[in-house]
């Protein structure tokens, strides 16, 4: 069984400062894929950033960077120059068979970040 | 604004009674699926609908049931509601086709408050 563990209840980032979000998961399957959502105060569920467990160069959206440890199962998001408006919970995610796009996603329990001014 | 609708947007009912949630996909996604989101177990995968027909279930408890639709609007009844099922549901929806990441993109979900 799959399982994503996201042991940082709650953080704390000055603006404009960078912060990481960990992630660590566990599976038996040789292929999957991991993502990053962002869920704001208003609820909804925001796509970030995707890594393959075959690629290999880390993913890299905008402010957005995973830092994927394969060996040490860990897929840590970075938030670069932090703004207000990355204040919400984060989820990490994780889909077995990443080639194939028909598969639910299993969640982690969460992070909530919060930018300081 | 991801593309997937889902209404109505809350919803508050009594405890014994039964709901209708309803999800309209993003234009061409074949994927539908269902999560639930609480204080206590997080974000759980409830069914999963392809194309009409079930694809895989996850924690879905047998008071409730899902169906997909030849247009592809999906709905998810709720039945003999306890407290316990107060929950925000998401629907999401993706494309299968030419290669990863095949995002979920999730609608706006549905706040569910059971008394």
């Known amino acids: 069984a799959q399982k994503i563990t996201q042991t940082q209840p709650g953080m704390f980032v000055q603006e404009k400062e960078a912060v990481t979000l960990d992630c660590t998961y566990d599976?038996?399957?040789?292929?999957?894929?991991l993502f990053w959502y962002k869920q704001p105060s208003s609820g909804e569920m925001i796509f970030l950033i995707y890594?393959?467990?075959?690629?290999?160069q880390n993913a890299t959206e905008g402010r957005y960077s995973l830092n994927f440890q394969k060996a040490r199962k860990s897929a840590n998001l970075v938030i670069s120059a932090s703004q207000l408006g990355d204040s919400a919970m984060y989820f990490c995610a994780m889909r077995p068979r990443a080639r194939s796009g028909n598969t639910p996603l299993v969640f982690g329990k969460g992070t909530r970040l919060s930018v300081i001014a | 604004d991801s593309g997937v609708t889902q209404t109505p947007k809350h919803l508050i009912t009594a405890t014994g009674q039964r709901v209708t949630l309803r999800c309209s996909p993003r234009?061409?996604?074949?994927?539908v699926y269902w999560y639930q989101q609480s204080l206590d177990q997080g974000l759980q995968f409830l069914i999963q609908?392809?194309?009409?027909?079930?694809?895989a279930k996850g924690n879905i408890l047998e008071r409730f049931s899902a169906q997909q639709f030849p247009d592809l609007h999906s709905e998810l009844n709720l039945s003999s509601l306890e407290l316990g099922d107060s929950a925000l549901y998401f629907c999401a929806s993706s494309v299968v086709g030419s290669g990863p990441p095949y995002e979920q993109y999730f609608g706006p979900g549905t706040r569910l408050t059971v008394t």
């Open positions: 609908y392809y194309n009409g027909e079930e694809r």
């Open positions: 599976t038996s399957d040789p292929s999957y894929g």
């Open positions: 890594q393959g467990s075959y690629d290999q």
């Open positions: 234009s061409g996604d074949l994927s």
